[in-house]
């Protein structure tokens, strides 16, 4: 037996943080588009003579896709499920160079930490 025991429940690794967060950076790119194609196709009902509840209907659909990118754009701790922060550390060391990258090293709410 080693003396490191493992928790109740998986602690996430710093890797599990990372994919998080290329997850939501990828949603975070397609929301614009989300957005846009609410509002085109919105644009596109009152042209087609669909009248403001055609558009509105339409608009409604795209935004609830547009919510939908909203919501997994948001980084969320692999643990909790509570929101991310990132926090930028200034360099300390006078040192600016890769680890200057916004890293999120603990979760704010169940305090567990990425390694
Ligand atoms: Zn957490």
Redesign the pocket.
Known sequence: MRERHTPSARTPTAKDVERELARARSARRLLPWAVLTAAGGGALAVAAGGGARGAVALAAVGLVFALFVWTTSIAR?P????RLRQTRRPGSRGVAGPAEVLRIES?A??R?RFE
């Open positions: 701790c643990a909790c499920g509570a979760c709410r169940c567990a």
